[in-house]
């Protein structure tokens, strides 16, 4: 698994002291986050205070579900140290339907980065199939006609396009 600059945040706010073990901080089953922690279930109401205001000063959107946690956070530009395997044949189509397509791209990339980063955590072949599943859907959006999310290239390329 990947360290990302992201993950390394949240690991560092949540060096607050705790009242029993060291919470858990995982990549969110549900998409629509990004990393999940049990620190509720852990940590005191003051520690817990301090980590939610700390992590809304850094720009986190948090909410607490069922005693976890989920948090996400905007990334226009990949976050250091979140992927380091080639880019395979997959991420090249998604990079090109973008550039093809660039002026119809309107929708917010949120999804798509939260998606990638996880990815990217788990590795090429992971990364890999997330960019299969992209350019199967951005395929079927612009026959379609609908717009493609307006993403930053370097999550196909890992460089400034």
């Keep these: 698994m990947r360290m990302n600059?992201?993950?390394?945040?949240?690991?560092?706010?949540?060096?607050?002291?705790?009242?029993?073990?060291?919470?858990?901080?995982?990549?969110?089953?549900?998409?629509?986050?990004?990393?999940?922690?049990?620190?509720?279930?852990v940590s005191n109401t003051e520690n817990l205070t301090l980590f939610l205001e700390e992590i809304r000063n850094k720009g986190w959107e948090h909410k607490e579900e069922k005693g976890w946690i989920l948090m996400r956070k905007k990334a226009?530009?990949?976050p250091e140290g979140w992927?380091?395997?080639q880019f395979g044949p997959e991420a090249a189509c998604c990079l090109s339907l973008l550039n093809r397509h660039e002026k119809q791209a309107t929708d917010g990339p949120e999804p798509v980065q939260r998606m990638l980063i996880k990815a990217g955590e788990e590795g090429e072949k992971k990364y890999e199939e997330a960019c299969a599943g992209l350019h199967r859907n951005w395929a079927e959006r612009l026959r379609r006609g609908e717009p493609l999310p307006d993403i930053n290239r370097?999550?196909?390329?890992g460089r400034k396009e």
């Design 154 to 157: 370097k999550y196909f390329t």
């Design 5 to 41: 600059a992201l993950r390394e945040e949240l690991q560092e706010i949540m060096k607050i002291p705790q009242t029993t073990r060291k919470p858990v901080l995982r990549r969110s089953l549900p998409e629509d986050w990004l990393y999940s922690t049990d620190l509720p279930s």
């Design 83 to 85: 992927y380091d395997g």
């Design 76 to 78: 226009v530009d990949p």
